[in-house]
């Protein structure tokens, strides 16, 4: 179970919803009026939003930052559990977002467009998309707004409600499955360890290797006069289904290690032993969709 906070009887759920309602407000709102008059530097601003309304809800509920942002020293398994998940989230992830841009291609290139954006604008960007999110947006989501959630008694139900509004904060139906599938792993991690820089590590791992290397890729493409449009991005995507099926064979089982390492690490930490599955039952259960997502890839590339 969520570890509740000394004032846990301030923060409810029907807070949670409305702490989130400002939040996505304050992106809507923030895009609007950032992108007239603040430019480039728009989505840092909303970042630092995020960070503001999650302090302040701190200081409405009278509780002290370091119960809602936890900072614990970093286990060996806490930190090979976090790549572990990392690992086994991102090519699902991936193959979503590109299954459904597949059916949704002027959606998907707008994506691509906004993402190429952002990484044309280099220190900026790079501050805006890889260091602030894994502060600010872990603040605000697995911070602030789970906080009214450790309540719950069950903790599959905080990680999936975290997990679907964090799809929805970024206002993307392409990313929707992506990013609720990062924020279900952000949230598990928060629940279970209860140390803030577990999702902000996972966060950053995760922005620093798709928008930081892409920020990279686009500096030297500029300095080398190469340029690849959104469209072409965006055909080059769809057709690489057959490969991120491929690459995500083992995803379901990098799933199951992580969770496994980070649960087991929570239990010996509480000093109890629970009973469940086997890992080995779970392992060979997994092994089941590395299967078809190795068959579907192999086939659909021989197609």
């Known amino acids: 179970m969520a570890k509740e906070l000394s004032t846990q009887a301030r923060w409810k759920p029907w807070k949670g919803v409305i702490l989130f309602v400002i939040a996505l407000a304050w992106l809507i709102i923030g895009s609007i009026i ?8 728009t989505t840092l601003v909303i970042q630092l939003g995020f960070l503001g309304i999650a302090i302040v809800a701190c200081l409405i509920n009278k509780t002290p930052l370091k119960e809602v942002f936890p900072i614990k020293k970093i286990t060996v398994r806490d930190f090979f559990g976090t790549v572990l998940m990392w690992m086994g989230a991102l090519p699902l992830g991936m193959l979503s ?11 998907f290139e707008n994506v691509t467009s906004g993402v190429q954006e952002i990484a044309s604008v280099a220190v900026i960007g790079f501050i805006a998309t890889v260091i602030c999110p894994p502060i600010c947006e872990e603040a605000i989501m697995r911070g602030a707004i789970l906080s009214n959630f450790r309540g719950i008694k069950k903790d599959w139900i905080i990680v999936l409600i975290i997990g679907v509004m964090f799809g929805i904060l970024h206002t993307d139906t392409v990313r929707f499955i992506n990013t609720a599938l990062m924020g279900g792993c952000l949230a598990y991690l928060m629940v279970k360890r209860n140390n803030f820089l577990l999702p902000a590590l996972y966060h950053f791992i995760n922005n620093f290797l798709l928008i930081g290397l892409s920020t990279i890729t686009s500096m ?5 006069e190469q340029t690849v449009t959104a469209a072409e991005a965006t055909s080059a995507a769809v057709d690489s289904i057959p490969s991120l099926m491929i690459l995500a064979t083992l995803s379901p089982l990098f799933l199951v290690l992580g969770v ?3 649960k087991r690490q ?14 080995g039952a779970k392992i060979g259960i997994s092994i089941i969709p590395c299967v078809l997502l190795l068959a579907g890839g192999i086939a659909l590339m021989i197609l």
């Open 260 to 262: 496994h390492l980070i």
């Open 266 to 279: 929570t239990e010996i930490s509480e000093g109890m032993e629970k009973k469940g599955m086997k890992l």
């Open 220 to 224: 030297l493409a500029q300095q080398q």
């Open 34 to 41: 950032g992108g007239i008059f603040l430019g480039s530097f």
């Open 97 to 107: 977002a590109v299954v459904i841009g597949k059916f949704m291609p002027q959606t």
